[in-house]
């Protein structure tokens, strides 16, 4: 019997010592697939959304495993086969994101896109800033990303205070989402990182947004579709929140869409996970994944089945 197939979107030799008795092919973006795709039982797709084929489903007969190198996999879910297990890239993108994060904060707050403008108008901009010093920061989506926010918050000198899903006892102690309504007034910056779902779409509303507290700061480096785009508009303009995004809906943003020109706004260009941290946690998560597998272990980061 011939060893399976992993279908990797990168040369095997990227993972230093692949696992031994399993067969390794590329099939990276825009190149010609390989031979053998019948016998593909383990498939990491591209990394980025719009290079992952779906159609490619269709051609992998004895596909059983699908691991992904995004946190995210609503791009995945409704095309994966009955009983073909889907994996998360979890802990992959933790330290940029979180990164990003803290760099989103810390500027919004520190007003360096207004120090930015000045100085291409040549004009001092001298002024009182918000520190994140003393501040109580509200990270709602408290998992892995989540943590390593909090990690890089408490050396300057913040509380943070923590919204899952569901509570969580212990120490630090979750908060769950039910009770973001009593949480939000007294938050001066809330960190976005949850995944999109059916239950998250929106879920910073107009309701979520005028039970923030005035003039504090709203991060979002988890989905656009957790806020209602038209509802934060409103809220920017009238001066009640501020806000940093690096992901938006709809994204990428139309050159004349409305958010573009939407005051007390900073904007990235959903670059969380896009640094040179990415590709040396990439291959290590799928390296000890292929481990895993290779040895008959139970994998991690897994997501679900579609049945079967």
């Known amino acids: 019997m011939s060893e399976p197939i992993v279908l990797l979107p990168f040369d095997a ?52 495993v699908v691991q992904m190198l995004t946190a ?18 979890r802990g992959i993108h933790d330290a940029s994101t979180a990164e990003l994060a803290v760099t989103l904060t810390l500027a919004s707050l520190r007003g360096i896109p207004e120090f930015e403008r000045a100085r291409a108008e040549h004009r001092w901009a001298w002024g009182w800033r918000p520190a994140l010093a003393d501040k109580c920061v509200l990270i709602v989506g408290y998992g892995s990303i989540g943590a390593a926010i909090e990690a890089r ?41 949850v995944p999109a779902t059916a239950e998250t779409r929106q879920l910073v509303d107009a309701g979520f947004l005028a039970a ?60 969380g996970g896009s640094t040179s941290a990415f590709w040396p946690r990439a291959h290590q998560l799928v390296r000890a994944q292929l481990e895993r597998y290779a040895a008959g272990e139970p994998l991690v980061n897994l997501v679900g089945t579609t049945g079967g």
């Open 153 to 193: 918050l408490l050396p300057f000198e913040c509380e943070v205070v923590r919204v899952a899903r569901r509570a969580r006892d212990g120490s630090p102690p979750v908060h769950a989402v039910h009770e973001l309504a009593r949480l939000l007034p007294d938050a001066d910056v809330v960190i976005l990182v």
């Open 212 to 271: 923030m507290k005035p003039g504090s700061l709203l991060v979002n480096v988890g989905r656009g579709s957790v806020v209602d785009t038209s509802a934060l508009i409103d809220a920017l303009h009238a001066g009640r929140v501020h806000a940093a995004l690096d992901v938006t809906d709809p994204e990428p943003l139309p050159p004349e869409h409305p958010l573009w020109d939407a005051p007390h706004l900073l904007v990235s260009h959903h670059t």
């Open 72 to 89: 995210g996999t609503e791009h995945v879910v409704p095309h994966l086969p009955e009983g073909v297990l889907l994996c998360s890239g």
């Open 13 to 64: 030799s990227d993972l230093a010592d692949p696992p031994s008795g399993l067969r390794y092919a590329v099939a990276a973006p825009g190149a010609p697939l390989p031979d053998g795709l019948d016998e593909v039982e383990l498939w990491v797709p591209p990394y980025l959304f719009h290079d992952v084929d779906v159609s490619l489903f269709g051609r992998l007969p004895s596909l059983r």
